[in-house]
């Protein structure tokens, strides 16, 4: 069984920043896409940053210059630096993992909260 554990939400002031962090367990033998995905009630979910297995990356274009995704492959991990935070960026912020060459694997969701 493959389980996602994300961690690193909370409330940050307007300019602020946070760093979400995602990890996996399980039998896992591969690793392909790792991402970010965000989602805020009455919102569409949005794509916010994605990175694969050999490091490229995709941002969407709201975060910009202020989001960096990152990955350890050995760790199973992928972070999501977020700097210059705004409070559009308030939202369930859930990580992914293409695991396996199977399946998309989900965490649980963190709440980012940016203040005025």
């Known amino acids: 069984q493959v389980l996602l554990v994300e961690s690193g939400g909370g409330l940050v002031q307007a300019g602020g920043s946070l760093r979400l962090s995602c990890a996996a367990s399980?039998?896992?033998?591969?690793?392909?896409?790792m991402g970010w995905y965000r989602q805020d009630p009455g919102k569409q979910r949005e794509l916010v940053a994605s990175?694969?297995?050999?490091?490229?990356?995709n941002y969407a274009d709201s975060v910009k210059g202020r989001f960096t995704i990152s990955r350890d492959g050995a760790k199973k991990t992928t972070d999501l630096q977020m700097n210059s935070l705004k409070p559009e960026d308030t939202a369930v912020y859930y990580c992914?993992?293409?695991?396996?060459?199977?399946?998309?694997?989900w965490g649980q969701g963190t709440q980012v909260t940016v203040s005025p």
């Open positions: 992914y993992m293409h695991i396996n060459y199977a399946r998309v694997y």
């Open positions: 399980g039998s896992i033998f591969s690793i392909d896409t």
């Open positions: 990175i694969g297995s050999g490091g490229s990356t």
